[in-house]
Every structure is written in C-alpha cells, then in structure tokens.
C-alpha cells in the first residue's frame, strides 16, 4: 500500500511551521496585524481606550481645551528674532533678508498672546478650585469626586506650549494630545508625563479634545485652530455636544480673517449662532466668561 503523505511527513518539522507561521501569533503581539489595514479598527479602539483609562484613573472629570498656533512665539524669543532680522537687513540687504524683517515683525506683533495663553492657564489652573468642591448640606466644603477643569491642549509649541507652561506655572497637572505628523512635532517640555499623548489619527483626537471639555478657548492660529474650532461650533450648532463656553481670544484677529456677521447676512448662518461664542482679549476677560457661564448654570439648574 502506498504510503500516504501525512506518513513520511516528519510530525515535528510540521509543527514548527505552525509555530512560526504569522497566523499563530497572537493578535495582540502580531505587529504585522496591528500596524496593517486589518488592525485598523484594534488601532482606533486603542487611540480611545488608552487616554480614556488614564483620565479615569486620574479621575479627571473635565478639562479647559486650548487651541491656537503652533507658531507663535514667547515674547522674548519673537524680540530677540527681530533684532537679529534687522541686523541682517541693515547688513546685507536683499529680498529675502526683507522678507525675514516682515515675519519677525508679524512675529512680535502675535507674541503678546503666547502671554495671554499663559496668564489664561495660570489663572485656569489656579481658580478651579471653585469648581472642585462642593457645598454639603450643613455648610460644609468637600472636594468632588472628580477634578474638573484640567488644562487641555495639542501638547506642541507656541500657544500651546504657552498654555501647558501656565498650568505648570500654577503646579498643576496638565493634558497634550499631540499627534504625529509629517513635520515631527515634539511635545512642549512643560506637559504632566503621564498625560503626554500621541495620536496617530486626528478622529480620535478630536474626540478626546471635546469628549470632556467644559470650556474651549482658541487663540488666533493657522488651518488645524479653525479646524477645531469650527467642528466645536457646529456640533454646538447642532446641538451634538455639551453646552459649554467658547472663548475666542484676539477680536481683530478673528473680526480680520472670518467675516461672521457676512455670514448672517448670506443666510448661511442663523444669528443666533454668533451667541456660540464670546470675545476676550486678556486672561481675565477670559476665565471671567467662563466662571460667568457656569454661575448662570447653576441657577437654571436650580
């Protein structure tokens, strides 16, 4: 009888093929799987749960999200880059050296609000604690369960660096979520290690920036703040979100790039939807909008 091939097949050899083969790995230890257009939905799942456990355990109930450009520069840096620029002009003049002399002075002209971040911040993570308390029925103040109103931002450099740099400023914890892009950004050096993120998909981060959100403050900046800030707006438009303040800091910047009122006029908007927002130019206009909303709330609520 011919012998069939299962017969003279060495046992052992063909189980090692097994062992080895990429289908045997474990899911979860699979990086073939995991970082393939298979595991994209494991990767999505992932980018939500990891953070979502941190806050939990941390027991972070809501946070003060803060947008705004990355380019913006700390006074003293924006300065220094301007003398130099200058310098360079008198120097060895040329269109390009002019050019640099037109950026550094557009740079001073924006660092104010690398401050103003900070001071918003500070002031942020300083007067939460009026949020972080409760008044028992005898008089008495106990903190909550959770921590409210934790300092949130895209954990990169210029306004929200400015912002993270506050809340350390203050000796509070503070939030990045960054995200890995073409142009490698590192997190800002003043962000809490153990809420240092990095996504590598904007939808999960969009969610995490909103997910907790009780206040949302945006400062002038480039296509990523008016991505944020419009997605805020229309799913506060479309009442898709929480109720919560949105502050836009800087009104000749905003009133000189988004035309709002020409909106209304076109019809393209209600007016009611330029209530979503307020204006405010220093750090205490800011934070006093947002203590002024909560207080209206709790008097509706009770």
Partial sequence: MESKRSDVADRAQLQDR??????????????????????????????????????????????????????????????????????????????????????ARTAVKLAPYYQTAREFAE???????????????????????????????????GIMEAANRGAFDADEETIALNISLPFEQRPNPFVSPEFSFNFHYFSMRKLHFLLRAKALVAFPGGFGTFDELFEALTLRQTERMQHLPIVLFGRDFWESVVNFPKLVEYGVISPGDLDLFQYAETAEEGWAIIEKYYANEAIRQN
């Fill in 123 to 157: 002031l942020a993570a300083t007067k939460n604690d009026v949020f972080n308390r409760e008044i028992g029925p005898d008089g008495s103040v106990c903190p909550t369960k959770q921590r409210e109103f934790v300092v949130c931002t895209g954990g990169g450099p």
């Fill in 18 to 103: 097994l062992l080895d083969a990429p289908a045997y790995r474990k899911a979860y230890r699979d990086p073939d799987f995991l970082s393939g257009c298979d595991g994209r939905e494991v990767r999505l799942l992932a980018e939500y749960v990891k953070p979502e456990r941190a806050f939990e355990k941390a027991r972070i109930g809501s946070t003060v999200v803060v947008f705004g450009s990355a380019r913006i520069l700390p006074p003293d840096e924006a300065a220094r880059r301007l003398e130099l620029a200058e310098q360079t002009a008198a120097q060895t003049p040329s269109p390009d050296a002019d050019a640099a002399l037109a950026k």
